[in-house]
């Protein structure tokens, strides 16, 4: 409890940022989902070149796990994939190397969301049931984006995290990104179950 107070209290510190972003990520999703409306085929067209990207490679047995109903399995392997390479490699290590350039994949990502996620005529009502998992994979992903700003924040204005030099601000930036990421995991791990039981029971 004492790690999630912790992490909560930098996210009250960067509360404003943490609003903005809430905004941008959910705004850009509704925003694609708005233009859906008037262009189904796109989303047509893009759930098809997903579904050829991942009935090969590492995601197939992701895609294995949903077909075959082993709901624990597929929970398991959708937390891990959307905690290592949702959020780490795609969010995280970008902003390790150029400071805040993991916000631009997450903005990118929301968008896209949006068009895909739209429940619409051309892939089926029944992905109003796949809502309450954007919502909470996007709440993970915009707590990553926010972990991503601190730690940049850290290395641009070194002072605001209690650090001298840029080489200590990255540092803290580092250890204030890491305990934000405790609360990442646990509204992964919750969209991850929901996500197993709603696409086994429910969309399928």
Do not use: C
Not at 16 to 33: D, E, P, Q, V
Not at 79 to 94: E, H, M, Q, W
Not at 106 to 123: D, K
Not at 172 to 196: M, P, Q
Request: charged residues 15%.
């Amino acid at each position: 409890m004492r790690a999630i107070r912790s992490a909560w209290s930098l996210v009250k510190e960067y509360r404003r940022a943490y609003l903005i972003l809430n905004l941008i990520y959910y705004g850009l999703i509704a925003g694609g989902m708005v233009y859906v409306a008037f262009d189904p085929a796109l989303q047509k067209t893009m759930w098809d070149e997903v579904g050829e990207a991942f009935g090969t490679g590492p995601m197939r047995g992701v895609i294995d796990a949903y077909s075959s109903g082993q709901v624990l399995v597929a929970a398991v392997l959708t937390f891990a994939v959307n905690l290592i390479v949702g959020s780490f490699v795609f969010i995280t290590v970008p902003s390790l190397i150029i400071p805040f350039s993991g916000l631009l994949i997450g903005v990118y990502r929301a968008l896209l969301w949006g068009l895909l996620f739209s429940p619409s005529a051309a892939v089926g009502a029944g992905l109003v049931f796949h809502l309450p998992t954007i919502i909470l994979e996007g709440q993970a992903y915009v707590l990553a984006m926010l972990a991503a700003y601190v730690q940049g924040m850290a290395f641009v204005r070194p002072r605001s995290a209690g650090a001298k030099t840029r080489r200590e601000g990255y540092r803290e930036g580092v250890k204030r990104s890491v305990r934000i990421y405790l609360l990442v995991a646990i509204v992964l791990f919750v969209a991850a179950v929901y996500e197993a039981v709603s696409v086994i029971f429910i969309i399928r």
